[in-house]
């Protein structure tokens, strides 16, 4: 819909023509009618119209005053004049104006208007038709340079390069390794990209925000540099500078990155963090180093949020345990708040571990090993405990955490199922069992390392013996023997899997006096004995 302007000191013609024309049934806005072209001018500093329909001869500000003031801030508004007839002398001044149509008052049909207007709406509706075209053709014409410089630093990276020379030749199209200039490579990584794409409509409409944004923030800025898409999630930077004694590129190379990181939240509110390569003089120095950069996953997963720092090797704390040394302690502790009376501290003891991997400086893949059976092992608790359903597959939180680039995502993403679980347990207990029989669950889950007999729990639920036996049966489908031989079998297994106890220490963890029965047990549950289950 395209906004009119009226313009006329003679009262009677504003009120027949804004009264006489169906403005919104033609496809306009009336926006306004005004008395003289001062009024009209202060007006359309706050809104300038499509359309500007004014008389010539008026007060304080005439209408070729109007029109020359409104075309200089809007070059693609129309305009109409209306005048009379011993005003030709102003009509030819409009026509320098390039005025659209002159129209006499003496004999106005408003129905002439209405053809005007329709003349008007047409070539309106071509320019932005053809605008429209214009600019998508134009981002059609950037996106495809930004993919074509893409590719080409993607096939320098992994393809031989057999012609250095050449290549510096063909690099300077983009700025590098121009006039003697050497390059700072700068790896850029996307946090929280998991909880950032959906957002965005595509991986590829992220893509091209955040290199829009850079190009933007990266035009004119000093030292000169060049951003270059890698994936939705990582992307370089390379700087150009000319090499010397006095000049620190890391420090303005370290300036400028803050203020790329900056203007990225604010437009975006997109979290970014760098690691800074060494310079490079040559197109083979640069090869190496984009590849390092590449392949700085060790370090990429210890990066903090935000963190801006140059490329080095992370060194393990020497002489720490394995990471699974510490998996039933972990389990333990996780376990025991999850199903005890204070769930919410399972961010805390999560929090706890994950101090104690930063600090030791644990392999990525090894973390992940160990958090994904952590929470495996949890999961299947709480299931085998009747509260909670699973609600996700081991395919499918093994595929969550290999998309995990760093500590701080794999923290958020431990705690997000951490809660998940005790939420659930909550809401599930309370929905599929009677309270006595939730808690009596909970009660046998703490205390699996000593032997639990029905008339203790009845005895700790203030409940008679045969009754608290009959109604633990109807509700979870099992006796209470059964169900503790469950949990104490589901335990073995962990232990068998994360600690090196002998099958002895665990039948004692456990508490079974006899190891044979507990032998026999285990295989009754698992189908093969505890040797052979480890084996």
């Known amino acids: 819909m395209y906004s009119v302007m009226l313009v006329d000191d003679d009262y009677p013609v504003l009120e027949l023509l804004s009264g006489a024309i169906q403005w919104e049934t033609l496809g306009f806005r009336l926006m306004g009618t005004h008395e003289n072209g001062h009024s009209a001018w202060e007006h359309a500093q706050q809104e300038m119209p ?9 007060p304080r500000m ?61 070539t309106l509706d071509e320019e932005t038709r053809a605008g429209w075209e214009n600019t998508r053709m ?61 957002r965005f409509s595509s991986d590829q409409t992220l893509h091209f925000a955040i290199s829009n944004v850079m190009n933007e923030v990266l035009d004119g800025l000093k030292p000169r540099a060049l951003h270059v898409g890698y994936t939705a999630q990582d992307s370089f930077l390379l700087f150009s500078y000319k090499p010397g004694l006095k000049y620190n590129i890391y420090a303005e190379a370290a300036d400028s990155l803050k203020l790329i990181q900056s203007t990225l939240f604010k437009v975006l509110k997109l979290h970014m963090s760098f690691i800074i390569g060494e310079g490079c003089d040559s197109p083979e120095r640069l090869k190496q180093q984009l590849n390092h950069l590449l392949g700085g996953g060790e370090q990429r997963f210890y990066l903090q949020q935000g963190e801006i720092v140059r490329s080095k090797p992370v060194v393990s704390e020497a002489g720490s345990p394995s990471l699974f040394a510490y998996y039933d302690q972990a389990s333990s502790e996780l376990r025991e708040v999850l199903l005890g009376r204070h769930p919410a501290q399972a961010r805390e003891v999560s929090e706890k571990w994950i101090a104690l991997i930063r600090r030791d400086k644990y392999p990525p893949e090894m973390v992940k090993d160990w958090t994904l059976k952590l929470l495996l092992d949890l999961k299947l608790k709480l299931h085998s405990l009747q509260s909670v359903r699973p609600a996700y597959s081991a395919d499918t939180l093994h595929k969550e955490i290999v998309e995990l680039d760093s500590l701080p995502a794999l923290q958020e993403w431990l705690n997000k199922h951490l809660e998940s679980a005790a939420a659930a347990k909550g809401a599930g207990a309370g929905a599929s069992k009677r309270a006595e029989v939730t808690e009596a669950c909970q009660y046998v889950s703490l205390r699996l390392g000593s032997r639990i007999s029905l008339d203790e729990v009845a005895d700790h639920l203030h409940l008679n013996a045969s009754y608290f036996s009959r109604l633990f049966k109807k509700e979870t489908g099992s006796t209470f023997i059964e169900y503790v031989t469950r949990l104490k079998m589901e335990r073995a297994k962990e232990l068998l899997d994360g600690t090196p106890c002998t099958v002895g220490e665990i039948c004692e963890q456990l508490g079974y006096d006899n190891q044979s029965y507990f032998i026999k047990t285990f295989k009754t549950h698992a189908g093969v004995t505890p040797a052979e289950y480890r084996g």
């Open 50 to 58: 499509d359309i500007l329909i004014t008389d010539i001869g008026m």
């Open 138 to 198: 134009k981002h059609l014409v950037v996106e495809s340079r930004e993919l074509r410089k893409e590719q080409n630093i993607k096939n320098f990276i992994h393809q031989p390069l057999l012609s250095p020379e050449k290549w510096r030749s063909e690099a300077e199209e983009y700025g590098l390794f121009a006039g003697g200039e050497a390059c700072l490579p700068v790896m850029v990584y996307l946090e929280d990209y998991h909880q950032v794409k959906y």
């Open 62 to 122: 005439n209408g070729l005053e109007l029109s020359a003031r409104i075309k200089e801030q809007k070059p693609c508004v129309r305009i109409a004049i209306l005048s009379c007839h011993n005003e030709f002398q102003y009509a030819q001044a409009a026509m320098r104006l390039n005025v659209q149509d002159y129209l006499l008052k003496d004999a106005l049909d408003p129905e002439d208007l209405v053809q005007l207007l329709c003349r008007f709406k047409e």
